[in-house]
């Protein structure tokens, strides 16, 4: 039995160590899983291939501790995946439970692991999928959790009292750009520009595959200025460092929370300063196009969640709305001056509609999505009967200036002189 159509057995001697007890115990069930790993690890990046690497040997290690006499993958059954399922719930995350994130990922990862497989032709493949399409928990489509203006404040005041350079330069370039915790720690030597007259920061190649240039503010064209004056030029190769070689995403994170701690304002993760930015660029007019461009955004869907918290053009409809709702039941005790024109209008005039067996009385600054919603619907019929009606119903729609119902009772009576 072979592991795939191009994929000969793998050797004790080339399984690696983190496999060794898996393949000692059952040695097709870990050749076929290593050598799915190095299938995906020509098409993947390695982090992904890391990972799945890590889901498999946890899956493959429960299979020997539940059913010893498990030899292959061809011998996985869907009891198996129940059990599994049970198990891996209730095991502890890094902090406390295991996240549903963690679970949902590892459920899919399997999944797609057999489907492919499958796919593939592979001799050691059950013969169907043993994890359901529900097995996999959906995500939760979650608003991203950002700063607001306030502990934005404060977080960026904290950060200008900083004193090492090198925390502060990075930091900083996370909050003006939004970049990715890890792209920062990427950025090569000469990855700022100059094009025409503004500097631009190349961000190399990442998450979703692309690389993009982000403009860069002025005030961190200063920051990294005094960032080469303090530490020379381009140390580690790279166009920022670390404090003993090369910038990681671990020393970014402990640097943020440090600045959290003094400003006040609790625990912020990396990517909240990306939501951050994002959510303040829609909120003061920033397109949803321009934002997509800043932060690398494959799709247009991943960027419109930031106008999902708080849309400012919504928000000022909803306040002119609700002023002109709010007019409506005013107490009368205003000044005249303070009644304009439109206002006097609506209180003196009622727009009235003349409906088939009565009026509506619905003032006109407020919207209705049932009107006409008998005449406009699929199931509605009408005669030359009810014609003395219709042509009523259309000349005072006409004379009220109501050109839509006027078009509309025109089709309808069209409609009654078609008839036979």
């Given at each position: 039995?072979?592991?795939?159509?191009?994929v000969g057995a793998v050797s004790p001697a080339e399984v690696p160590t983190p496999w060794t007890t898996i393949h000692t115990a059952a040695p097709q069930l870990a050749q076929?899983?290593?050598?799915?790993?190095?299938?995906?690890?020509?098409?993947?990046?390695?982090?992904?291939?890391?990972?799945?690497?890590?889901?498999?040997?946890?899956?493959?290690?429960?299979?020997?501790?539940?059913?010893?006499?498990?030899?292959?993958?061809?011998?996985?059954?869907?009891?198996?995946?129940?059990?599994?399922?049970?198990?891996?719930?209730?095991?502890?995350?890094?902090?406390?439970?295991?996240?549903?994130?963690?679970?949902?990922?590892?459920?899919?990862?399997?999944?797609?692991?057999?489907?492919?497989?499958?796919?593939?032709?592979?001799?050691?493949?059950?013969?169907?999928?043993?994890?359901?399409?529900?097995?996999?928990?959906?995500?939760?489509?979650?608003?991203?959790?950002?700063?607001?203006?306030?502990?934005?404040?404060?977080?960026?005041?904290?950060?200008?009292?900083?004193?090492?350079?090198?925390?502060?330069?990075?930091?900083?370039?996370?909050?003006?750009?939004?970049?990715?915790?890890?792209?920062?720690?990427?950025?090569?030597?000469?990855?700022?520009?100059?094009?025409?007259?503004?500097?631009?920061?190349?961000?190399?190649?990442?998450?979703?595959?692309?690389?993009?240039?982000?403009?860069?503010?002025?005030?961190?064209?200063?920051?990294?200025?005094?960032?080469?004056?303090?530490?020379?030029?381009?140390?580690?190769?790279?166009?920022?460092?670390?404090?003993?070689?090369?910038?990681?995403?671990?020393?970014?994170?402990?640097?943020?929370?440090?600045?959290?701690?003094?400003?006040?304002?609790?625990?912020?993760?990396?990517?909240?300063?990306?939501?951050?930015?994002?959510?303040?660029?829609?909120?003061?007019?920033?397109?949803?196009?321009?934002?997509?461009?800043?932060?690398?955004?494959?799709?247009?869907?991943?960027?419109?969640?930031?106008?999902?918290?708080?849309?400012?053009?919504?928000?000022?409809?909803?306040?002119?709305?609700?002023?002109?709702?709010?007019?409506?039941?005013?107490?009368?005790?205003?000044?005249?001056?303070?009644?304009?024109?439109?206002?006097?209008?609506?209180?003196?005039?009622?727009?009235?509609?003349?409906?088939?067996?009565?009026?509506?009385?619905?003032?006109?600054?407020?919207?209705?999505?049932?009107e006409s919603i008998c005449e406009s619907c699929t199931h509605f019929a009408t005669d030359a009967t009810f014609t003395p009606v219709l042509l009523r119903q259309r000349d005072?729609?006409?004379?009220?200036?109501?050109?839509?119902?006027?078009?509309?009772?025109?089709?309808?009576?069209?409609?009654?002189?078609?008839?036979?």
């Amino acid at each position: 039995m072979r592991p795939g159509p191009a994929v000969g057995a793998v050797s004790p001697a080339e399984v690696p160590t983190p496999w060794t007890t898996i393949h000692t115990a059952a040695p097709q069930l870990a050749q076929t899983m290593v050598a799915y790993v190095a299938q995906i690890g020509v098409s993947m990046r390695p982090s992904t291939a890391r990972a799945v690497d890590t889901d498999l040997r946890i899956f493959a290690g429960f299979l020997l501790d539940h059913d010893p006499a498990l030899a292959a993958v061809a011998d996985v059954e869907r009891s198996h995946i129940e059990a599994f399922k049970l198990w891996q719930w209730a095991q502890p995350g890094i902090s406390g439970r295991l996240k549903p994130a963690t679970f949902r990922r590892r459920l899919g990862q399997l999944r797609t692991f057999f489907l492919r497989i499958i796919e593939w032709g592979w001799d050691d493949a059950p013969a169907r999928v043993p994890i359901f399409f529900g097995d996999v928990p959906k995500r939760d489509e979650a608003l991203p959790r950002f700063l607001d203006d306030a502990r934005f404040a404060k977080f960026m005041r904290a950060l200008a009292d900083e004193p090492v350079v090198r925390r502060r330069v990075a930091v900083e370039v996370l909050a003006r750009t939004g970049m990715r915790v890890g792209e920062p720690c990427g950025l090569e030597a000469d990855a700022v520009t100059l094009i025409g007259d503004a500097y631009w920061l190349r961000v190399p190649v990442g998450k979703l595959h692309n690389d993009r240039y982000v403009p860069l503010h002025p005030h961190l064209v200063e920051l990294l200025e005094l960032y080469r004056a303090t530490y020379g030029a381009h140390a580690h190769g790279g166009l920022l460092s670390g404090e003993q070689g090369p910038l990681n995403r671990y020393a970014v994170q402990r640097w943020i929370t440090a600045v959290a701690r003094r400003a006040g304002i609790g625990h912020v993760h990396p990517h909240q300063l990306r939501h951050t930015l994002a959510t303040h660029a829609v909120n003061r007019g920033m397109s949803i196009e321009a934002i997509a461009a800043l932060l690398g955004h494959r799709s247009l869907d991943m960027t419109l969640r930031y106008a999902r918290i708080s849309n400012r053009v919504v928000a000022d409809e909803y306040d002119a709305v609700s002023a002109k709702v709010e007019g409506l039941y005013r107490d009368a005790g205003l000044p005249p001056e303070a009644e304009g024109p439109n206002m006097r209008q609506l209180r003196e005039q009622v727009h009235h509609r003349l409906l088939g067996n009565g009026w509506c009385r619905r003032p006109a600054v407020l919207d209705c999505h049932f009107e006409s919603i008998c005449e406009s619907c699929t199931h509605f019929a009408t005669d030359a009967t009810f014609t003395p009606v219709l042509l009523r119903q259309r000349d005072h729609a006409a004379a009220n200036r109501q050109d839509t119902r006027a078009a509309m009772f025109d089709q309808l009576l069209a409609s009654v002189e078609r008839s036979p």
